[in-house]
C-alpha cells in the first residue's frame, strides 16, 4: 500500500474544549456533532482532497488534543506545518491566554508557519452578546501584532467556516507541481472563510 501524500499541512491548536474537533467537523464532513463532548486523546490526523482547478490536492489536518496533559505532544503535531490554525472560545477567556501561548510557540520554534487566529462558539454570542469574554478588537489589535489573520466562526452554524469556493481561495505558490499560472489567489466573498484561514500562504 503507498503511503498518502500530503500536499500541506494544517495543525489545529488551541485550550481543550475551544472546538477544534468541531471546526474540522464542519470543514470535512459538514455536520456538528451533539452529545457530550469528548475530548481529543493525542491528536486526530483527517486528509481532505481539494480540487484545485484540474488537479487535486491533499490536505493534511491535524487536530491536536487542547488538555495540557498532550502539551509535548503537540508540539509533535506543527512541526513542519503550513499552517496553524490557533483556536480560542470568544466565551472562554482562558482560552485567549492559550491561544496567546501556542502563538509564542510557534513563532520560537516554527517561524515558516502561517498563523490564523480563530475564535469559536460566534453562535452562542450572537444568542446573547453577555456571553462574549473576548472582545473582538482586542482580538483583532493581537491578530494584527502577529501579522496574522483573524476569524470568527461557529462550527454550529457554519459561519465563516466555508468550503465552497476554496480552490479560488488557496494559494498554492509553494505546492509541487503546480505552475505559476495555477496560483491565482481570488478571494472573491469568501477571504474570511475557514479554508482560508487554513490554507493561504503570503
Ligand atoms: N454552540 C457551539 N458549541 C460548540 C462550537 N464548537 C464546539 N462546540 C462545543 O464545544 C465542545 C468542545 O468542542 P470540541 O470540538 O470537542 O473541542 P476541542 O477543542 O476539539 O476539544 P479537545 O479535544 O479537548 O482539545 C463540544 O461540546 C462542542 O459541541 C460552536 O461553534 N458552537
Known amino acids: 500500500m503507498s503511503a498518502m501524500r500530503v500536499d500541506a499541512k494544517v495543525v ?3 485550550k481543550e474544549s475551544v472546538g477544534k474537533t468541531s471546526l474540522v ?22 486528509a481532505k482532497p481539494i480540487q484545485v482547478g ?3 490536492i491533499t490536505l493534511g489536518i491535524w487536530d491536536t488534543a487542547g488538555s495540557e496533559r498532550y502539551e509535548a505532544m503537540s508540539r509533535i503535531y506543527y ?9 480560542y472560545d470568544m466565551t472562554d477567556s ?6 496567546r501561548f501556542w502563538v509564542k510557540e510557534l513563532q520560537n520554534c516554527e517561524e515558516h508557519c502561517k498563523i490564523y487566529l480563530c475564535g469559536t462558539k460566534s453562535d452562542v454570542i450572537e444568542g446573547d452578546r453577555s456571553q462574549r469574554q473576548i472582545d473582538h478588537h482586542d482580538a483583532q489589535d493581537f491578530a494584527d501584532e ?3 489573520l483573524h476569524f470568527e466562526t461557529s462550527s454550529k452554524t457554519g459561519n465563516n467556516v466555508g468550503d465552497c469556493y476554496e480552490y479560488k481561495l488557496l494559494n498554492i505558490k509553494s505546492l509541487p507541481g503546480f505552475s505559476a499560472e495555477e496560483t491565482g489567489v481570488d478571494l472573491g466573498q469568501k477571504k474570511d472563510s475557514y479554508f482560508y484561514s487554513c490554507c493561504h500562504n503570503n
Open 12 to 14: 489545529m491548536l488551541g
Open 54 to 56: 484540474e488537479k487535486v
Open 94 to 99: 482562558s482560552s485567549f491566554q492559550r491561544a
Open 146 to 148: 502577529i501579522g496574522a
Open 25 to 46: 467537523e464542519r470543514y470535512v464532513h459538514h455536520r456538528f456533532l451533539v452529545g457530550p463532548y469528548q475530548n481529543t486523546i493525542g491528536a486526530a490526523f483527517v
Open 79 to 87: 512541526r513542519g506545518a503550513r499552517a496553524a490554525l490557533v483556536c
